[in-house]
C-alpha cells in the first residue's frame, strides 16, 4: 500500500509479527462476537466457518491476508477450547480441590475450586466458593458441599474467563466437607512464596505487606485498607502489584552483572533462568508471565547479533500470551501492560524530540511518563472511570526511586538467610525509600477527571492516531500530522 507522491515509498515497513498479532485481535474479537454468554456451540462453530472461508478466499484473491486470518482461526480455536462454561445444573453436591492459597477476607474465606464436578458431573472450569465463617481448607484440600452455583456476573465475566472461573457458589464453613490433602510442585511453590513474604516481613517490619507486595506481588485485598486507598488516590496503586515496571528493573540490574559473562548465549542462558525464577515467586502471576515473555522476545537479538525492534518483540509476546490465555485480552492487567508499552515503543520517541531541549535524560524520563499515561487512557477510563490528576507528579517523582527500593532490598533477601543484622543493614536503603513512597501516598492525589468508557471503535481509533503519529508510519512529516489528527477527531466523535 502506498500514497500518491510517495510510490516509492511503503507506508509501513514489513513486520510479519505485528501482521499476526492483528489477526489474533481479529480472531478474538470473532469470538466474542459468536461465543457470547448463551451463544450455543453451533453459534461459535459459525463463526469459526466464517473464519474458515476468509482463511480459503485468501489463497485465491489476496495472499497477503493469509496470515492475519491463519492466527485470526488459531486464536479463535484456543478461545472456544479453553472458555469455562457453567453447568446447566445449578444445585447439587459439589466437589473439588482447592487450586489457590485460600483468601481470607473479613469474616469470609474464598476459595477456587479445580476439578470441579456438581453430583459427579466434572464442570468445565473452575468454580469460585465463598465460605463465609472460617473455614481450615488449605490448597490442596478436597472438600465437598451441597450449595447452587450461579455463572458470573455480565462485569466480571473477562475476568472471570481469565481465570477460568465457570461459576460461583456460596456455603457455611460448617457445611464443608473436608477430605484428603493432595501435594503437588505448585503447592510447594506457594509454601516457598509464604516463607520469602516472612522473609520480607522481617526485614521490613514496619510495613511488611507493602514491601511484599512491591517485590512479590500478591492480593491486595490482603492490604490495610487506609495504606490502599492512598496509594490508589495518588495514582500509584499499579506499584503494588508486581509487573513488567518491576520485572524490568531487575531484569536491567541483572543485565549489568551479567556483562560479566563474556559468551552471549550463556549471558542470555542465565537471564532466562531469572526470568523462570522470579515468575515462579510470584506464583506464575500473569504480569510477570506478560513482561517475562517481552523480554524474552526483545533480549535474542543480542546473541543472534540482530537489531532490536519492540514493536516486531512487543507484538510477539502479544501472540504468544493470548494463544496460551486468550481471555487475557479482558482484564485491566493485560491491557494496561501491552498499552504502556505501545506508547514507550510509539509515542515516547516522538515526545523526546520536542523535549530534547530539557537534555536527555529529562526529556526520556517526561516523554516516556507522558506517552505511557497517553496510551493507557482507554484501558483506564474502561476499567477505572477515572483519571487522578496527581498521578502524573507522583509516578514522575517514585519511578526514578523505585530502583533504589527494589534492587538493593532483592539483595538483602539472600544475604538476611545468611545473617539477618546484615540483611537489615543492606535493607536500610530500601526502607528509607519505602518510608518515602508512603508519604507521596499520604499526600493524596485528589482532584480526579473522570472518564468516559470508549467504545471498540473509538479505542481503535485512539490508538490508530498513535500509530500514524509514530516513526513507524512512513510518510512526510504533514501528511503525518494530518492524517494523525484526523484519525483523532474521528476517535473524539466516535469515543461513545
Known sequence: MRLTGDSHRPLFHRRPACVAALGVLIGLMFFALFGAPGASAADAGAGLIVLLLLLLASLRLYRPALLPLLFAVLAFLSAALQCPAAPEQTAGYLTGRVAETPEHASARTVLVLKDAALDGAPIRGRVELIVHGSTRAEYGQHIGVHTSLWPSDADWLAYDRSLGIAAHAAAGASALAYGDVERDAYGALLEARAAIADRIGALFPAHPDVACGLLLGGRLSHMDAGVLSRFRAAGIAHLLAVSGLHVGILAAALLVLLRLIRPLWLRFSVFSAFLLAYAALTA???????????????????????????????SLAFVLVLLLRPFALGTAGFQLSFSAILGLALLAPVLKTRFSVLGERAAAALSSSIAVLAATVPPIASFFGELPLASVAANLLILPLLPLFLVPAAAALPLSCLSLPLGRAVAALPEAVLDVLLRVAAAGGTPHLRLLPPSPLGALLFYAAILLASPLFLVRPRTKALLAGLCAAACFLFWR
Open 284 to 314: 506464575f502471576t500473569p504480569s510477570v508471565l506478560r513482561a517475562s515473555v517481552m523480554l524474552l522476545c526483545v533480549l535474542p537479538a543480542v546473541p543472534l547479533r540482530r537489531r532490536t525492534d519492540l514493536p516486531s518483540s512487543l
